[in-house]
């Protein structure tokens, strides 16, 4: 008897683990999955894919989504999937939904792989109100088409008639963004590359804009665009010479097997990975003018080189490479004040490669000037300063060989000639007139 109710117990009590353990494994989790649509605007057209993340420990079992309209759900996407992962990122194009013009409501329903449910899992459901936008932004110009120079720089001012997400100047590939200002309409400055011819230049650039939707516009933007004449050198280089670069900047080149080919390596390499690095300051600028009037030149100093001047490098009568020289070089007294050629924010101090100590501000609207060779920097990034303050020293440094000052100008990330923004009348006819009074105060 006293067996008998022992082992009556032990069943019990094996039958509240086992039923216990089975509550748990059936209860424990009675979430569904954690759900994010992204594009997040709640806009969308017939060309968007819709990227939805969803995210659960017990693994995402299936995911259906579709467009709920009176009371019936018109399916675009179902899915079960076959390995129940924890995260998971399902891409839905909305190019065959159906969905005309106007506002709808998205479903989505995403189960795990939990036991809940005796093996169904949890199920959780979003309703996202959206809006099908079919048509593109509207543009409009707010000045007369620019005048642009080669190795130059222009200016427009637009508006769009709906919010985008993305606007600016197209010229081929490259991409140099406009900024919304204060009373509804974007500037952008934009360079003429000195790269390119004037045909090839007004043939290339276009103005475009995209909603939010991501629907696009690209239109020929008309501008008067004007040829440059730069000049071509000649230089010889010595050994004496190379063997003071290779000296000096060998760990520049540290593979270089040789004075010429370190020379050579320096010049092409680094120069272009500079460039990149300049490049790639654009995004690192102020949507609000920062500036205002004239850009100081460096007192009392003397032109050594020009903007895009043609080098072309010869070696023992051969010759073995060409380089542009991007901005001016201005020589003065050793170790001179150099001053900041406009207000602005300090956005990179450092050594750079052919530039030896190099300071950039930002002067706003992605225009920048940049200093280098210098023999030290008095300033520092994040630092305001104002047109004439003191920002360090001329020098020797990097690819220099007398003491002067690298002074060159950047819009949009491409350097163009300083000689534009040193001329108070260039400044007035081709800023101050086109960007508007309103928007300079």
């Known amino acids: 008897m006293r067996k008998r109710g022992l082992f009556t117990t032990i069943l019990a009590v094996a039958l509240i683990i086992v039923f216990g ?38 693994g995402i079992r299936s995911l259906v989504v579709g467009i709920r309209k009176n009371n019936t759900l018109h399916e675009i996407y179902n899915k079960h999937y076959d390995s129940y ?17 106007g506002g709808f409501e998205l479903e989505i329903r995403a189960t795990d792989g939990s036991m809940a449910g005796f093996g169904q899992g949890n199920t959780r459901t979003e309703l996202i109100n959206m809006r099908m936008d079919n048509q593109p932004p509207r543009l409009s110009l707010k000045n007369l088409p620019p005048n642009v120079r080669r190795g130059g720089a222009g200016v427009i001012r637009y508006t769009t008639d709906e919010e985008v997400s993305k606007t600016g100047v197209l010229i081929k590939d490259y991409f140099v963004p406009g900024y919304l200002q204060k009373d509804g309409s974007y500037l952008c400055f934009f360079p003429f590359p000195y790269t390119m011819t004037a045909r090839e230049f007004k043939k290339s650039i276009k103005i475009t804009a995209m909603d939010l939707a991501g629907n696009e516009t690209v239109v020929p933007l008309n501008v008067m665009a004007f040829e440059r004449a730069f ?23 540290p593979n270089a097997p040789d004075p010429l080919r370190c020379y050579l390596y320096i010049n092409k390499e680094v120069r272009a990975a500079d460039s990149q690095m300049l490049e790639n300051l ?51 007294v050793r170790n001179d004040n150099v001053p900041a050629a406009n207000s602005g924010r300090v956005i990179f101090t450092g050594e750079q ?38 920002i360090g020293k001329t020098g020797v440094t990097g690819l220099a060989f007398g003491d002067h000052l690298h002074f060159g100008i950047m819009v949009g990330g491409k350097e163009v000639t300083p000689l534009e923004w040193i001329d108070a009348k260039w400044i007035k006819d081709n800023v101050t007139s086109r960007v508007g009074e309103e928007l300079l105060k």
Request: glycine fraction near 10%.
């Open 282 to 332: 654009k995004t690192d600028t102020s949507a609000a003018m920062l500036w205002e009037g004239v850009f100081l030149r460096m007192p009392r100093s003397a032109p050594r080189a020009g903007f895009a001047d043609h080098r072309l490098l010869f070696y023992k009568g051969k010759q073995v490479g060409d380089a542009y020289h991007l901005g001016f070089d201005l020589a003065s």
């Open 21 to 58: 353990s089975m509550g748990f494994m059936f209860f424990k989790d009675l979430s569904g999955p954690e759900i994010s649509v992204s594009p997040a605007t709640g806009k969308v057209s017939a060309s968007t894919t819709l990227k939805i993340s969803m995210e659960d420990p017990a």
């Open 85 to 101: 992962l924890p995260k998971r990122i399902a891409e839905v194009p909305l190019r065959d939904a159906g969905q005309r013009q």
């Open 231 to 253: 000049r071509n050198d000649k230089l010889d280089l010595s050994d004496n010479f190379l063997q003071v670069v290779a000296a000096k900047l060998k760990h520049l080149a």
């Open 353 to 390: 490669g052919i530039y030896g100590n190099l300071a950039v501000i930002d002067h706003g609207l992605g225009l920048m000037s940049l200093y280098s060779h210098m023999s030290e920097i008095g300033v520092k990034a994040g630092e305001v300063v104002a047109k004439g303050q003191i």
